[in-house]
């Protein structure tokens, strides 16, 4: 099996040398890695660091773009049965790689998820503070009352699909709403998404956290336009 691992990256200089360096690491039994970094117009030193990156593909985008927008460059260039979406600031820990590769072989899913809050992990999900933690569990609590699904943790970065599946959904969203978008079309389309615990190390936006409120607002009407539009 070939896991392509997406990692959109926007001024995070700091991080991301230990990211590649963790993505590296981590042995996942049977599977076979492909790293595709996409520089979303970083200002800051990032450029600097990948361009002494060594086992991945680069892409870079001459300007800010958006999560989404990285998500869809990357995309075009993988090639594994498997993508995972792997945020660049040392919230989600690699090591997680190995649960949810399992899960997507032995359960039929379409897509995998990993949640902050199964397994008692909810613990280490309230460190992001009440803004989020709680605004997280609004959003999976509307995402299940609007499409029927059972979801714990839908905001959560690490979102793994099948790359045929994620390629045959319409994803048009630039910014953060990639996340409520791709639910919503995942579960629109009927397939199947299957949660397993992950660790969770919460940073601060004094550390570089990017998301904030508005996101979240964006995140809310994304839900309702796929259902009702």
């Known amino acids: 099996m070939k896991l392509s691992i997406i990692i959109p990256v ?30 979303d117009g970083s200002t800051d030193g990032t450029a600097a660091v990948l361009a002494g990156a060594h086992d991945c593909l680069v892409i870079r985008h001459p300007r800010n773009r958006g999560k989404g927008a990285a998500v869809r460059s990357g995309l075009s260039r993988a090639t594994g049965e498997w993508v995972i979406i792997q945020d660049a600031d040392l919230e989600y820990d690699p090591a997680d790689y190995v649960a949810i590769m399992a899960a997507a072989r032995v359960t039929g899913a379409e897509a995998v998820y990993g949640s902050r809050l199964l397994g008692r992990r909810w613990r280490e999900a309230k460190k992001s503070g009440w803004l989020f933690f709680f605004g997280g569990l609004f959003l999976t609590a509307l995402t299940n009352l609007l499409y029927q699904t059972t979801l714990t943790d839908e905001p959560t970065g690490y979102k793994c699909f099948r790359r045929e599946v994620l390629l045959s959904l319409p994803l048009r969203a630039d910014d953060f709403a990639f996340c409520p978008e791709v639910t919503a079309q995942l579960a629109r389309a009927g397939k ?23 996101d979240g607002l964006i995140a809310i009407w994304t839900l309702f336009k796929y259902r009702f539009y």
Do not use: M
């Open 10 to 39: 926007y001024n995070e200089q700091a991080t991301i040398a230990e990211v590649l360096r963790r993505v590296g690491a981590v042995e996942i039994p049977d599977v076979v890695k492909e790293v595709i970094v996409v520089d």
């Open 192 to 214: 199947k998404i299957v949660e397993v615990p992950i660790s969770y190390t919460p940073r601060t936006k004094a550390q570089g956290k990017k998301i904030n409120w508005r």
